[in-house]
């Protein structure tokens, strides 16, 4: 199809790819394979379904690391992640030859560089090992860690992933929490001094093992994340931290992007792939982000809507998000009357035809237009998976009803957020002055991480202190446990690793 561009010149290839439908979207790698090697103890079901939102029963996931179990099986999701395969066999803990020997022959002939046509390609390994301080780095563990890793699949990223850091945790506190509240510490000022002091008992013990393992002389770096089998309520159990890891382990881009379409536990690296799709709408030429020519507004808005939401990847069963008439009404809740006409008009209308209202915009103008209408819809996506995506042990992230839609969509509708991001947008600099297209994609993440600080109070995130204190971040948090020291009791407070806490006067 050959399109008139905005000043004039003709566009014969009409940006196809930049249209390009989900499924093409993703079809460089629709799947994101995970290798998971470890044993009915180290690997409960709350890995997969905190990270991928599947429900799996808990005698599926044991039978997955049984010995008997066939590593080239895919574990069965019965449709509930479409971007995902997973893979499972028992870890190298016991030391059995013929169990090794069989993840390896895998590993070779699924990394991504060997894997035949047919077979799901492995792009990642998660390696669990339960946390007790008792565990010993076995000798098959470490000759695959220290030599044979980088042999098989030399660019294949592995995560060393210890679980059950929550039982660690409590041992830690059944040894020193009792006792330290009795001295006068306040309840708020011992979480805090027992996450540090938990982290160092951890070092100390597990790390130290596994690091005398994973020595700097190491062709492969790799990467070591604690997760609990709950969620918490300070750090999200380490699954969001498991998800961040993971990515940045994968250098591939178009594998980047699967992994960001099969992970269900950071909105935020949902939200960065939207941006970053949005930019590619647009052009930056002599300083300045425009639109991309040769293609319409009227295009782009569901194209990326389609792409958006292929990327959330949400556990929609009851398909609402596929409704027709919610882009119009994500649109209509974002944007107020005077907009809405013109946005309407571009969506129905194309920008050169004649008679129509978009002929009055200016280049700048319909920038500024096109990148408040996608970041609407990326604020709408990540207020509707922050309701449906885990944060607490009881949140359960597999439903997404029709009334859960039309709530976020009033929260928009009558909200301050939306504002936030019309203006951001409307106040930034790059439409006049921009050297990359990611500045773009940085913008659309910048407006709709500032709304929802607007909508702080009714974050699922949030976290309260004691005394009724609204706790946002780590820093806040640790100013207030110090202000918080020896509240009730005249003593110095010495702790296990010999540090001491002097009262406050």
């Not at 944007?335 to 309407?344: D, I, M, T, V």
């Not at 947008?425 to 991480?449: G, M, W, Y």
Request: with cysteine.
């Amino acid at each position: 199809m050959t399109t008139k561009t905005e000043n004039g010149s003709v566009d014969h290839g009409r940006h196809l790819d930049t249209l390009s439908s989900p499924a093409e979207f993703f079809a460089p790698c629709p799947r994101f394979g995970i290798l998971v090697l470890g044993n009915p103890e180290a690997t409960k079901q709350e890995l997969f379904s905190k990270i991928f939102g599947v429900d799996l029963e808990k005698k599926v996931v044991a039978d997955a690391f049984a010995i008997e179990h066939d590593i080239e099986k895919e574990l069965s999701l019965h449709g509930q992640n479409e971007r995902l395969a997973i893979f499972t066999s028992q870890n190298f803990g016991t030391d059995d030859p013929d169990n090794y020997t069989r993840a390896c022959d895998f590993i070779l002939s699924h990394s991504p560089n060997a894997v035949q046509k047919r077979k799901q390609p492995v792009h990642c390994i998660w390696y669990c090992v339960a946390s007790e301080e008792n565990r010993t780095v076995h000798t098959l563990e470490k000759k695959f860690f220290s030599n044979d890793l980088a042999t098989l699949a030399p660019q294949l990223p592995v995560v060393l992933t210890f679980t059950k850091y929550d039982e660690f945790i409590s041992q830690v506190q059944l040894d020193w929490s009792r006792e330290a509240q009795d001295r006068g510490l306040s309840k708020v000022a011992v979480t805090h001094i027992l996450r540090d002091l938990t982290a160092k008992r951890f070092e100390q013990t597990i790390g130290k093992r596994w690091d005398d393992v994973l020595v700097p002389g190491l062709i492969k770096k790799v990467p070591r994340v604690c997760v609990s089998s709950t969620v918490g309520d300070v750090d999200g159990g380490g699954f969001e931290e498991l998800a961040a890891t993971t990515l940045a382990a994968v250098r591939d881009s178009r594998v980047r992007l699967a992994f960001a379409a099969a992970q269900r536990t950071s909105v935020f690296i949902s939200m960065q792939f939207c941006a970053t799709t949005a930019a590619d709408y647009f052009t930056v030429n002599t300083g300045h982000a425009r639109k991309a020519d040769g293609v319409e507004m009227a295009e782009i808005i569901p194209n990326f809507f389609a792409k958006a939401v292929a990327i959330f990847n949400m556990r929609d069963t009851a398909a609402v998000l596929t409704d027709p008439t919610l882009l119009d009404r994500i649109l209509g809740a974002t944007f107020e009357p005077a907009q809405r006409r013109f946005l309407e008009e571009s969506l129905h209308h194309s920008s050169i035809e004649s008679g129509t209202i978009l002929l009055g915009l200016s280049p700048h103008e319909r920038a500024v237009l096109l990148t408040q209408a996608l970041a609407g819809i990326v604020l709408f996506l990540h207020k509707l998976a922050d309701t449906q995506w885990p944060h607490e042990d009881l949140v359960s992230p597999y439903t997404l009803p029709a009334r859960t839609v039309e709530r976020e969509l009033q929260e928009i509708r009558s909200g301050t957020e939306k504002q936030e991001v019309l203006e951001t947008i409307e106040a930034s600099r790059i439409f006049s002055s921009c050297q990359l297209k990611t500045e773009i994609a940085d913008l659309v993440v910048k407006a709709v991480e500032q709304a929802e600080r607007v909508d702080v109070p009714n974050s699922p995130n949030q976290r309260a202190g004691s005394r009724g204190i609204v706790v946002e971040d780590d820093s806040e948090l640790q100013e207030i446990s110090l202000s918080f020291v020896n509240d009730k009791g005249p003593d110095d407070m010495f702790l296990p690793c010999g540090l001491k806490i002097l009262r406050l006067n």
